[in-house]
């Protein structure tokens, strides 16, 4: 059974840095999309970033871009979020999802294994 398992998450201080990693059990990621996600209490999850299977597209939110990066590695089966200049915003789970198709999509349906999520909290 596929299943993503996040990890990094944590406590930061705005305007600090924290990199997310996932680790794909189960079946491997070379040939299909991989994206991450968020949530906060009441809210709906919602896209952050996408990559697709060759690496050769990336897709970002308008409300990380410029200070988040996606990154792969096929090989060992994890994807990576690095994150910048965190805000207090951005302060939610993250989850790590595997497409069904091999697009960086940006649409949460497109996507039919998640994991457990990792906590990543920014503070004042």
């Known amino acids: 059974q596929v299943q993503p398992v996040e990890s990094g998450g944590g406590l930061v201080q705005a305007g600090g840095s924290l990199r997310l990693s996932c680790v794909v059990r189960?079946?491997?990621?070379?040939?299909?999309?991989m994206g991450w996600f968020r949530q906060t209490p009441g809210k709906e999850r919602e896209f952050v970033a996408a990559?697709?299977?060759?690496?050769?597209?990336?897709n970002y939110a308008d409300s990380v871009k410029g200070r988040f990066t996606i990154s792969r590695d096929n090989p060992q089966n994890m994807v990576f979020l690095d994150m910048n200049a965190l805000k207090v915003e951005d302060t939610a789970v993250y989850y790590c999802?595997?497409?069904?198709?091999?697009?960086?999509?940006?649409?949460?349906?497109?996507?039919?294994?998640w994991g457990q999520g990792t906590q990543v909290t920014v503070s004042s």
């Open positions: 999802a595997r497409a069904r198709g091999m697009y960086a999509s940006t649409n949460s349906d497109a996507y039919g294994w």
């Open positions: 189960g079946g491997d990621i070379k040939m299909w999309g």
């Open positions: 990559i697709s299977r060759s690496s050769g597209n990336k």
